[in-house]
């Protein structure tokens, strides 16, 4: 029978130990992101505007969780006058419609957020009837790369 001195016994627990902690706390590869750009208006009235933005300051924790759940990255916002951008970060090849489904069917007070807040926003010139948010395609960049 082998026998093996405690310190020998624990130096080898200690290393198994780390092998098990790294493997299970090894970031994961992060997949390759797209953006995608997307822009609508918000109806011209400046209290409905108000509104807009202070539900943004304060989201409700159930869409930011189904956002998550949906798989997406990032999202910004930004604002000139009642015009709005958004811009999503989501894996190349990302299905938006699939995820924007998920996102919703999270919770339904994902759905009602969504419900509420089509009721600020109305389409840019040139969308579809019935169609408020519209991606906007690239057309130059820039890299220094």
């Given at each position: 029978?082998h026998?093996?001195?405690l310190?020998a016994f624990?130096r080898?627990l200690?290393?198994?130990a780390?092998v098990?902690?790294?493997?299970?706390t090894?970031?994961?590869?992060?997949?390759?992101?797209q953006?995608?750009?997307?822009v609508v208006?918000?109806?011209?009235?400046?209290q409905?505007l108000?509104?807009?933005?202070?539900?943004h300051?304060?989201?409700?924790?159930e869409?930011?969780?189904?956002?998550?759940k949906?798989?997406?990255?990032k999202?910004?916002?930004?604002?000139?006058?009642y015009l709005?951008?958004?811009?999503?970060?989501?894996?190349?090849?990302?299905?938006l419609g699939?995820?924007g489904k998920?996102?919703?069917?999270?919770?339904?007070r994902?759905?009602?957020?969504?419900?509420?807040?089509?009721?600020?926003?109305?389409?840019v010139?040139g969308a579809?009837?019935?169609?408020?948010?519209?991606e906007?395609?690239?057309?130059f960049?820039f890299?220094?790369?």
């Open positions: 029978m026998q093996i001195s310190a624990c080898t200690t290393l198994a780390v098990i902690l790294s493997a299970c090894a970031p994961e590869k992060e997949a390759v992101l953006e995608h750009v997307f208006n918000i109806v011209q009235d400046a409905k108000k509104e807009y933005l202070d539900y300051q304060h989201i409700w924790p869409v930011a969780a189904g956002f998550k949906a798989g997406y990255r999202i910004t916002l930004y604002r000139y006058d709005l951008i958004m811009t999503i970060a989501v894996p190349v090849g990302a299905d699939q995820m998920t996102a919703e069917s999270y919770d339904k994902c759905a009602e957020w969504n419900h509420l807040m089509d009721g600020y926003q109305t389409g010139p579809a009837p019935g169609e408020k948010w519209v906007a395609k690239p057309f960049r890299s220094k790369e």
